[in-house]
Each structure stands twice: as C-alpha cells, then as structure tokens.
C-alpha cells in the first residue's frame, strides 16, 4: 500500500496560526486527522489518492472548508479568511424573512471564473445569517422564500481586507398571502394553524403560512398556536398580515340539559369572537388546548383556548338563532335546554 505524505502551513494574514484539520476522501468514507501546530505546521500521512474535503478549525476564529487534489506525496497550504459576511433577508415592507434560502457562490475574477466555493444556508428568526468565511474571489447571492419571489445580491468582491460586511436582501411579494403568526409572547407561532371557511393551512417553523386563496379584505381568519390558543381576525389586505395570538381567558363552561334539568351528552357548539366564528371546530385545537369534543354525561362541554378579551356569540351546533352573546371572559356556565321545539338557551 502506497502512503502518501502531506505537509504544509495554515496561516491567515501571512501569518501561521494553530489549527485542527480534518481530512476526508471523497466517496471512500477514509478520514485523516490532524493538527498544525503555534506556527501553522502540520504533517500527514494518508493511505490513498484522490479529492479530499479538507475542514479546518483555527484556534480562533470560524471553520472553513476546502477541497484538495492529492496526487502524490507533497505540499498544501491553507490561508484562513477572516471574514464573516452578514446577508440580512427582509420583505418589501421592512419584515425579516426567516428560513430563507440563501445560496452564495464565490468564483475567480473573469476570466478565469472557476467556482470555489457554494452554499446554501438558511436565515434565522431575524432574517439574518452569517456565511462562512469565504475564499478571495468574487460573491453572488441568491435568495430563495416560500410566498416571494426570488431575489439576488452582487457581485461582491471578497478580499483579504474584507472583514464583516452586511449584505441586504430585499424579497418583493410572490404566489400567495403570507399570514405571520405569533403566540402571546411575541415569538414565532411555528406549526400554528390558520383557516377560514374555504381553506386551511399550517405555519413553517418561523411562524408563516402562505394561503394561495384569494382574499377579500374583512375576510374571516381563525387560527391556533401548539397550545390550543386561539385568536380570531379579518384580513387587512395586501401581500403579508401579522396574526398575534392572544393569551387565552379561563375555560368556558356550557351546560346542555332538558327541560327537567335532566343532563344530555353528545351535544357541541359554534363560537365566535368579534363576529369571526370558528366554524371548521377541529379537534386538534379541542385537543392541545383540553376542551371537550362533544358534552359529557353530565352534560357539560368545557372550552379552552379561547382569547380572554373580546365578544364572544355561541350556539348549538345548527341552532345560529339561538346565540347567546357574552363580553369575555366568561366565569358563569352558559346552560342551553332542550326543549320539545328544539334547543334553546336556558334562562
């Protein structure tokens, strides 16, 4: 077995620093590890030939990455970058965009062009994210976000001077309204549901929905967080709409019984808050925020989740002309009766 020796010097700025580097064979698994040392030395021995992803860790600073052709026994230097670009994502009015995709590219000057390095990472909550240390050359950014159309920046030359630039990103609207949601503390409502009477759609870990649907302004928007919270609103127009969940009141509790006070099970209700009503009553929100599906033997039905603040209209299910209208929160039961025509609020 042929063993191939490689030496060289990490430096940055010219100047050797200690690093620990990672050597692995492309499509082989094989894996060498090893140190330079205070001036940026290092020796190796490796057991093949062939593309190597090189990943170096500097003693102070980010890690980066390189690609090496080994061929034969031999020499291979390494400048660390000492840069950190910053590429900042917001929508055209002004709101970060988290989870964009944002796929950088650094080739050589014209004409030469050759690719050195590409990625694809993605924007935190801020809308933000920090690249890599990159190699000299020239950068080109795309972004990419579900509800926008794409957007791009550069060319930006990277030089050995480059230290922490801030490259912003602006996304115009694309296919669809985004809705943010956000859960009572002001973080993003991530996995959160939001629908009206004639679509349904779940939030991205950063909190936003796309609803492809057109949309009329005053339209009806019902939604709840991974608690079982509720908030209820009206589209406001335009291509993104905030959606803050309220903090939720006390449970609500309903009481069906006949006429002789006799308790009946199996029964449930529609509600509303501010004339926007809950008419899909998933179970997944009765679920997480611990309602009740349908009433109990003993005939009461309790409701979590639903705002603290606000006008609340409920009524049997099928029964609208029977509402009964309460200002939230509700501490007293709310009792409907059975009677021979049909359900009504008990009095």
């Known amino acids: 077995m042929e063993v191939i020796e490689l030496q060289g010097h990490v430096t940055r700025s010219g100047k050797g620093i200690a690093a620990t580097l990672r050597w692995e064979a492309a499509n082989t698994g094989a894996r060498y590890d090893t140190v330079a040392d205070e001036d940026g030395l290092f020796h190796l021995l490796v057991a093949q ?14 890690s980066f990455a390189r ?6 026994s031999g020499t291979h230097d390494f400048d660390a970058p000492a840069n ?30 050759e690719q050195l390095e590409t990625g694809s990472p993605m924007t935190d909550s801020s809308g933000r994210v920090v690249l890599p240390p990159l190699p000299v050359g020239s950068l080109s950014i795309r972004v990419t976000a579900k509800g926008y159309r794409a957007g791009t920046a550069g060319p930006l030359d990277i030089t050995p001077q480059t230290a922490a630039p801030q490259v912003d990103v602006v996304l115009g ?13 002001g973080s993003p409502a991530g996995g959160a549901r939001v629908w009206s009477e004639q679509w349904m759609t779940r939030a991205d870990a950063a909190g936003v929905a796309v609803c492809e649907e057109e ?39 309903v009481r069906f019984m006949t006429p002789e006070g006799a308790p009946l099970a199996g029964r449930h209700v529609i509600l509303g808050v501010d004339g926007v009503f809950d008419t899909k009553i998933l179970l997944e929100q009765r679920t997480l925020s ?8 003993d005939g009461t039905l309790r409701l979590g989740g639903i705002p603290g603040t606000g006008s609340l209209t409920i009524y049997p299910s099928g029964r609208p002309d029977l509402a009964v209208h309460r200002a939230l929160p509700v501490a007293e039961e709310i009792p409907f009766t059975e ?9």
């Open 49 to 62: 030939k062939g593309l190597y992803g090189v990943g170096l860790r500097p003693a102070e600073g980010a």
């Open 67 to 72: 690609d090496v052709e080994v061929r034969e």
């Open 84 to 113: 950190a670009v910053t590429v900042l994502v917001t929508s055209s009015n002004g709101m970060p965009v988290a989870e964009a995709r944002v796929a950088y590219d650094v080739r050589r000057p014209p004409p030469q062009s």
């Open 173 to 185: 609207p694309g296919a669809g309204i985004r809705l943010s949601l956000r859960e009572p503390g």
């Open 215 to 253: 949309l009329t302004v005053g339209e009806p928007l019902v939604a709840f967080d991974s608690l079982g919270r509720m908030g209820f609103f009206r589209y406001a127009g335009g291509q993104d709409q905030l959606l803050a969940i309220p903090e939720s009141g006390p449970p609500l509790v």
């Open 290 to 297: 611990g309602s009740d599906w349908l009433s109990r033997q």
């Open 339 to 347: 009677s021979l025509e049909g359900t009504a609020p008990a009095h």
